[in-house]
């Protein structure tokens, strides 16, 4: 999650997204308070970026996610 906030921050959103696409299953499974302040972070992140519509609904999951 560390390295997709980063990647997202640095304007690589594709790269980003790619990511915690491939991770959401395990975040889920784990259910982390620190996890999900990391989500919460790329959520953050994300966000502030030209987001097209699937990264848009990769967002909002991980939203949904990061609020628990």
């Known amino acids: 999650m560390r390295q997709a906030t980063a990647l997202a921050g ?9 990511i915690v696409d491939a991770t959401l299953p395990a975040i889920r499974l784990i259910d982390s308070a620190t996890l999900r302040a990391e989500l919460a972070r790329f959520v953050a992140e994300a966000r502030l970026r030209g987001a097209g519509p699937g990264q848009l609904a990769l967002i909002d999951t991980s939203a949904a996610l990061a609020s628990g």
């Open 10 to 18: 640095i304007g690589r959103l594709d790269d980003a997204c790619r």
